[in-house]
């Protein structure tokens, strides 16, 4: 089953605009994750960010995390062309003694040159 | 390093004939597996995951099964395929420690005809 929502379902920005996409969840979490997927392809781990965490920075990428709102967003800085694709955020958690990846819907991301 | 291969990348299959997915992960020991399938423009539907050899878990009731002879090696099979089963198909694993990012394979495309 899907974990939550994903906001927007699709964006689309200049080059150089960030880009800023919204995940909301509904159960109990140990991390969250964020993916990438270009068209076709598999998908491209990101970055992770616990849930006694609030904030983290991979390189152009921010993700923050709020678990009294079950909602995280990313936000991509200065957006390039080869960014576009789509982006899915995933919840990991042991449900029922066994580990598991919940995805949302995903962001379709186009960056216009 | 760790390395994750998927085959075939794609597959045009008849109603009712069988399939076999494969997929195999090097590189690393008693990894958890998992088979995920994703409809156009949609989510990871989580089909079955294995936290070792001969234990399979499955997620939703389907035409399709999983196996895990090998450690590292997870089989998709089905006996007959339906329409519905079109859609494109996606390995993963992980360490099998919570708070460890999932590395996926480049997928198997199946259209059922």
């Known amino acids: 089953s899907q974990q939550g929502e994903e906001d927007p379902q699709a964006l689309s920005i200049q080059e150089g605009e960030n880009a800023t996409m919204n995940c909301s969840y509904k159960?109990?979490?140990?991390?969250l994750q964020w993916y990438r997927q270009n068209s076709g392809r598999g998908l491209v781990h990101l970055i992770l960010?616990?849930?006694?965490?609030r904030e983290k920075h991979s390189g152009r990428l921010r993700v923050t995390l709020d678990t009294s709102k079950k909602s995280s967003s990313l936000l991509i800085t200065a957006s390039r062309a080869a960014d576009t694709a789509s982006y899915f955020c995933?919840?990991?958690?042991?449900?029922?003694?066994?580990?598991?990846?919940?995805f949302g819907q995903g962001t379709r991301l186009t960056i216009n040159p | 390093s760790q390395t994750i291969h998927q085959w075939p990348a794609t597959l045009v299959q008849p109603v009712g004939s069988p399939l076999s997915l494969e997929c195999t992960v090097e590189?690393?020991?008693?990894?958890?597996l998992y088979w995920y399938r994703q409809a156009a423009g949609r989510g990871l539907q989580l089909l079955f995951y294995?936290?070792?050899?001969?234990?399979i878990s499955s997620e939703v009731p389907q035409n399709l099964s999983a196996s895990r002879p090998q450690d590292r090696q997870f089989i998709l099979s089905s006996k007959k395929l339906l329409l519905s089963d079109s859609g494109f198909y996606l390995c993963?694993?992980?360490?099998?420690?919570?708070?460890?990012?999932?590395?996926f394979g480049s997928g198997t495309r199946l259209t059922v005809v």
């Open positions: 993963a694993w992980t360490v099998g420690v919570i708070g460890y990012g999932y590395t």
């Open positions: 159960t109990s979490i140990n991390n």
């Open positions: 960010i616990r849930s006694n965490e």
């Open positions: 995933a919840t990991d958690a042991f449900v029922q003694g066994a580990q598991k990846l919940v």
């Open positions: 590189g690393t020991s008693n990894p958890n």
């Open positions: 294995s936290v070792g050899i001969g234990q």
